[in-house]
């Protein structure tokens, strides 16, 4: 079965640091490009930043540019999120999602994980 | 950057209806469009890919259509677990997939 996990949420005081991780299994998680995507509550979804197959290909939402930092390690089956600098309108259900076919970069998600929640309060 | 507006925020019908959702991008993003569906306390489910292609396992009721900057959505008769938000994405530029803000179908 395809799947993704993630974990690494809780609760953080703003300007403090969080790493999110996306663990993944029943595909060839080298072949495909990944993301992480968030959904503040009772709010709509806000793509935050994607990541390629071989790591050549990186890019962020405006939001979050020079605060965040996606990575992955392919002998791990996993992707990361490091957060620095966090804020309170960081808050949010972080979700992880597959791209849909391997070695490209422009396909729709076909497989998310069901979030992990990260608030940022004092 | 590629803003999406989705049109109308929310749609009131009943079972069986027929359902119309707009997605309307702010410049061209071809055919690189898919459409979302998403309830309560679950994670986005893919629906259609490439404007028009209905993902594996989606019933036939689901439809896309258009190009360029202006995208339908139709659920050709509402069935009960139908009842949902919608989000358009554009995967035009990678890696960015920006979002619509969201069509709520709910029962009337």
């Known amino acids: 079965e395809v799947q993704l996990v993630e974990s690494g949420g809780g609760l953080v005081q703003p300007g403090r640091s969080l790493r999110l991780s996306c663990a993944a299994s029943g595909f060839t998680f080298d072949d495909y490009a990944m993301h992480w995507v968030r959904q503040a509550p009772g709010k709509g979804l806000e793509w935050v930043s994607g990541?390629?197959?071989?790591?050549?290909?990186?890019g962020y939402a405006d939001s979050v540019k020079g605060r965040f930092t996606i990575s992955r390690d392919n002998a791990k089956n996993s992707l990361y999120l490091q957060m620095n600098s966090l804020r309170a309108e960081d808050t949010a259900l972080y979700y992880c999602?597959?791209?849909?076919?391997?070695?490209?970069?422009?396909?729709?998600?076909?497989?998310w994980g069901q979030g992990t929640m990260v608030t940022v309060s004092s | 950057e590629i803003v999406l507006t989705q049109s109308p925020a929310t749609l009131s019908l009943s079972p069986g209806e027929r359902a119309t959702l707009s997605c309307r991008a702010s410049?061209?993003?071809?055919?690189?469009l898919a459409w979302y569906q998403q309830k309560p306390g679950q994670a986005p489910r893919l629906l259609i890919y490439d404007a028009s292609n209905r993902a594996t396992g989606i019933p036939a009721r689901f439809s896309g259509s258009g190009s360029g900057t202006d995208f339908t959505l139709t659920i050709s008769s509402l069935e009960p677990e139908d009842f949902a938000v919608y989000y358009c994405q554009q995967r035009s530029n990678w890696p960015r997939g920006t979002f619509g803000q969201g069509t709520k179908v709910e029962i009337k």
């Open positions: 999602a597959k791209d849909m076919y391997p070695n490209t970069l422009d396909d729709a998600f076909d497989i």
């Open positions: 990541i390629s197959w071989n790591s050549g290909s990186i």
């Open positions: 410049q061209s993003v071809s055919s690189y």
